[in-house]
């Protein structure tokens, strides 16, 4: 009996593999370098992405709705492939949709989702606000604090959000706050703020390691007010979330961790990029260099060293295919499945790119080679949505049934 199973791309996601891989080799790799230089936001990149379709909501929702779950995986590998700073220039914006989709309407993702990306001609960025100075892995310490204004059916909102991917510069902001502090992160909620809201500002853009073309800042909320309609999901839902969790009842439904868990699996994708471009052109150079009469990869120190980077390189993508399957078909995470695929990829990341360095020696660490870039660029990965330990956290709870803390 013939079996049904099969890990082949079909047609269409094949097209867009090779679509998105000839945006990042003819457009993204000859630019990385400058950005990452100049550390500003490229907006020309972002505009030629836009110019093809690929920065626009459309693409992204036709990705997020593959019912295999993959094309985002694979179009987050490609762009990381050619640039990771420049990935989440042209990503970005996919985090705050995200945000969108997971806590809010139907109506609510129809409206405000366009507005992410605007137009070729008019282009738009979102951001997903949730860590702040005191709160980053631990979201149940957040203190921007969201009231309820029942007169003018408005919310008010106050706080300081740090570490944004866009944050200050967006037009659509999508702030994750507290409406009651004494539930930790199950009385939280998210907003929409909507572009040139006042009381809304851009604090200090920060100066990185790595991922230096993509805008990372602090985002300032001064009595922000923001119409009632801007509450994701609704009032109604909201406090019959607040009933449950006051009465002790368990709430699947928390404003950051949603959205959380719906992008890990592309987020370690694109560490796994970063990792791929590293081993390729590592292996490429041990196939080229030559030291003491023969190629480099000749000698075993050097040929383990590069099997090993393949192997970990495929079983993280098999890792980061696992959990976007399980998330699109709505299988249940029992073992922490996307934590899992998001933690090893990034630190295949972290480690494939070190060894890539020590393979090549004094031209590794040197800027003439993308390799050093790629090494600063992949320690992201190991903290932002979710640092390692967190990771390890989840998946500990998850196998264990019981909470660590």
């Known amino acids: 009996m013939a079996s049904a199973f099969s890990m082949e791309l079909n047609e269409d996601q094949l097209q867009i593999q090779k679509w998105v891989h000839d945006f990042a080799e003819q ?16 907006w020309p990149i972002i505009e030629e992405a836009a110019k093809i379709g690929l ?9 997020f709705f593959d019912p295999t779950g993959l094309t985002m995986c694979l179009v987050n590998e490609e762009l990381a492939w050619g640039d990771a700073g ?23 993702l129809i409206e405000w ?7 070729p001609e008019k282009i738009q960025m979102a951001a997903f606000c949730v860590s702040e100075a005191d709160a980053g892995s631990d979201v149940s310490a957040l203190r921007t604090r969201a009231v309820y204004d029942e007169a003018k059916d408005e919310w008010v909102l106050n706080g300081t959000k740090t570490w944004i991917t866009n944050g200050g510069i967006a037009d659509i902001h999508v702030v994750v706050a507290s409406v009651d502090p004494d539930l930790g992160s199950r009385g939280q909620a998210s907003f929409i703020v909507p572009p040139g809201t006042a ?18 800042g602090e985002v300032i909320l001064d009595d922000v007010r923001v119409p009632g309609s801007c509450l994701l999901g609704g009032k109604e839902k909201l406090d019959e979330r607040l009933a449950r969790a006051k009465e002790g009842k368990r709430s699947n439904s928390q404003a950051a961790m949603a959205t959380f868990e719906a992008t890990r699996p592309a987020v370690g994708a694109q560490a796994l ?14 196939k080229e260099r030559k030291a003491f009469g023969r190629r480099i990869i000749e000698n075993q120190g050097i040929a383990f ?10 079983a993280s993508r098999l890792l980061i295919w696992r959990a976007a399957w399980m998330g699109a078909t709505r299988q249940p ?62 998946i500990a709870r998850a196998v264990s049934g019981i909470h660590i803390p």
């Not at 420049?86 to 609510?108: R, Y």
């Not at 009381?199 to 990372?216: D, P, V, Y």
């Not at 993308?370 to 956290?393: A, C, M």
Request: glycine fraction near 10%; include cysteine.
């Open 55 to 63: 920065y626009s909501f459309d693409f992204v929702s036709q990705a």
């Open 333 to 394: 995470f029992t073992a922490g499945e996307g934590s899992m695929s998001k933690l090893f990829a990034g630190e295949t990341a972290v480690w494939v790119t070190e060894e890539a360095i020590q393979i090549m020696g004094g031209y590794g660490y040197i800027r003439e080679h993308p390799v050093e870039r790629w090494h600063r660029d992949s320690k992201i990965y190991t903290i932002f949505e979710g640092t390692s330990e967190v990771q390890r956290l989840v």
């Open 86 to 108: 420049l990935t989440l220039a042209i990503l970005g914006s996919t985090l705050g949709l995200a945000g969108i989709a997971a806590n809010g309407t139907p109506e609510q």
């Open 305 to 314: 060293k590069l099997a090993d980077m393949k192997t970990r390189i495929d």
């Open 273 to 286: 990029g970063i990792a791929r471009a590293a081993y390729e052109y590592s292996l490429d150079y041990a």
């Open 27 to 42: 457009v993204m790799r000859p630019a990385a370098h400058e950005w990452d230089e100049r550390e500003e936001t490229p």
């Open 199 to 216: 009381g809304l500002s851009a604090g200090q853009k920060f100066k990185k390691m790595g991922i230096r073309a993509s805008h990372t």
């Open 113 to 119: 989702g366009p507005q992410c990306y605007g137009t």
